[in-house]
């Protein structure tokens, strides 16, 4: 008699779970179904006979290479972080690289603390599931403002039913957002509210503000006109950063976080808003000649829209999970800037920047929000 599970029940795509821009960025070989869990299977038209599930193997999580990128995540964050130091023309060489080293590591402390809680809230999830899953693969990327594109886990397909995706996948996003918030509040204690010059002296590169934050902002300083925003600090920024991450990681596309919540909701429909979302994007930049995300929409079609089916998806879910998932998923709303990223360029000729009243060049701004 064999034993084997019929063909199609196997599932040899890979799921990715992580907040890394675009999505995971690896494969992994998958194993058919969970370890240790019965099914049952009928031969020739007889009785179902329960079977017993072949035993997951444990994927390879490569210690060496998931400490080596965590730790030139951490170096990589630490410059990004370093040119928001408060500089002054009186400083010394010495007391300027003191400033920029705090400053690098106050962000990256923060920000690599952001990333960390959601990938553990991954993490843990796929081991009280006893999902097989990977250590988070961090993702520097020195040329890049923030200094990584996040972080991703690695989770064999097909180990995991309906009920356990879902939950994989949401506690990530939440997990981060509990440690992005306060940490955010906390940075916007000690910032400045300016407001955004119409000729500045130098170019200032402006960071679009999602709803979440303006919000923040306003319960912190008061009610801000469109004009003000706030001068970034390392804090502050590192929160900017982890509202974006996830609101981008929420997308319901593929293999994002989003995209398993929404096939964890509706199955199979989920590819038909994730093709519709991308043609969407696709439009949109078009239409606002915006290439702010192209290298993510490029991404996303290379990683394809659809999502492959779980061990099982006719698991309930439940209410509760159904309202949870909803209420996550709106945090596109609120987290979501279709402007990350903007320059105000100075009308004047920078080689003749603009002068003060005593006749001195002006400061170059720090980035603001």
């Known amino acids: 008699m064999n034993d084997r599970p019929p063909d199609h029940l196997s599932n040899r795509d890979e799921?990715?779970?992580?907040?890394?821009?675009?999505?995971?960025?690896?494969?992994?070989?998958?194993?058919?179904?969970?370890?240790?869990?019965?099914?049952?299977?009928?031969?020739?038209?007889?009785?179902?006979?329960?079977?017993?599930?072949?035993?997951?193997?444990?994927?390879?999580?490569?210690?060496k290479l998931v400490a080596f990128l965590f730790v030139a995540t951490c170096l990589s964050t630490t410059h990004a972080g370093s040119h928001l130091a408060e500089l002054d023309a009186q400083m010394t060489a010495s007391e300027i690289n003191r400033a920029m080293l705090w400053s690098g590591l106050q962000f990256t402390t923060a920000v690599m603390g952001i990333l960390l809680a959601h990938e553990m809230g991954h993490y843990l999830q796929a081991i009280r599931y006893g999902v097989p899953a990977t250590l988070p693969f961090f993702i520097p990327m020195p040329i890049s403002p923030f200094g990584t594109m996040g972080a991703v886990i690695l989770q064999q397909a097909g180990s995991a039913n309906r009920r356990a995706l879902f939950d994989i996948a949401i506690t990530g996003p939440l997990a981060g957002l509990v440690v992005t918030i306060p940490i955010t509040l906390w940075g916007l204690q000690s910032v400045e509210v300016i407001d955004l010059p119409e000729n500045p002296a130098y170019p200032i590169l402006v960071y679009g503000d999602p709803p979440l934050l303006r919000w923040m902002m306003a319960w912190v300083h008061g009610p801000l006109s469109e004009n003000q925003t706030v001068l970034l600090n390392p804090l502050v920024f590192a929160g900017w950063v982890g509202i974006f991450i996830t609101a981008l990681n929420l997308l319901p596309i593929g293999q994002l976080d989003?995209?398993?919540?929404?096939?964890?909701?509706?199955?199979?429909?989920?590819?038909?808003?994730?093709?519709?979302?991308?043609?969407?994007?696709?439009?949109?930049?078009?239409?606002?000649?915006?290439?702010?995300?192209?290298?993510?929409?490029?991404?996303?079609?290379?990683?394809?829209?659809?999502?492959?089916?779980?061990?099982?998806?006719?698991?309930?879910?439940g209410a509760g999970r159904h309202v949870l998932g909803w209420l996550t998923l709106a945090f596109l709303s609120v987290g979501l800037t279709l402007n990350p990223i903007d320059v105000i360029e100075p009308a004047n000729d920078a080689s003749s920047p603009a002068t003060t009243p005593d006749g001195t060049s002006p400061k170059p701004p720090s980035d603001s929000s």
Not at 23 to 45: E, K, N, Q, R, W
Not at 275 to 294: Q, W
């Open 258 to 317: 989003g995209g398993h919540i929404l096939y964890s909701l509706i199955g199979k429909s989920a590819h038909v808003v994730a093709i519709g979302l991308l043609f969407a994007a696709a439009g949109y930049m078009l239409y606002s000649r915006d290439p702010s995300f192209i290298v993510l929409l490029l991404l996303l079609v290379l990683m394809g829209p659809k999502h492959p089916p779980t061990a099982d998806d006719t698991m309930p879910l």
């Open 15 to 63: 799921d990715h779970f992580g907040q890394a821009i675009g999505g995971g960025m690896a494969s992994v070989p998958s194993t058919p179904l969970d370890a240790g869990s019965p099914f049952a299977i009928s031969h020739g038209g007889g009785p179902a006979q329960p079977v017993r599930r072949p035993p997951a193997r444990r994927l390879n999580t490569r210690p």
